[in-house]
Nanobody, 123 residues
Framework: QVHLVVSGGGLVQAGGSLRLSCAAS????????MGWFRQAPGKERAFVAS????????AYADSVKGRFTISRDNNKNTVYLQMNSLKPEDTAVYYC????????????????WGQGTQVTVSS
């Protein structure tokens, strides 16, 4: 069992930056591929980014490529999402999640989920 706690959300103006953190307890995070997802009001939860067990490979949704960076520190059992050049359309609840599969963007493939944090980008 992996328990994930997300922090770092908030209100920011368009063009600003935020960094989200996802801290894990229970099993070591290095056993899992980690992903970030987001869910805007009235929309389905959508893939944002993922990172392999060692951090050697990453994947991004087209909508955030070049603006967001996913990283991990397995010594700290923590995954990060650095979000730059934020846009109002990035407004959503952001979740981190863990899976044992690489190269998947489906929510059903992720076994463990954090509680989510609200990110609001004002125009």
């Amino acid at each position: 069992q992996v328990h994930l706690v997300v922090s770092g959300g908030g209100l920011v103006q368009a063009g600003g930056s935020l960094r989200l953190s996802c801290a894990a307890s229970g099993r070591t995070l290095s056993n899992y591929v980690m992903g970030w997802f987001r869910q805007a009001p009235g929309k389905e939860r959508a893939f944002v980014a993922s990172i392999t067990w060692s951090g050697g490979s990453t994947a991004y949704a087209d909508s955030v490529k070049g603006r967001f960076t996913i990283s991990r520190d397995n010594n700290k059992n923590t995954v990060y999402l650095q979000m730059n050049s934020l846009k109002p359309e990035d407004t959503a609840v952001y979740y981190c999640a863990a899976t044992t599969f690489w190269n998947t963007r489906g929510t059903n493939d992720y076994n463990y989920w954090g509680q989510g944090t609200q990110v609001t980008v004002s125009s």
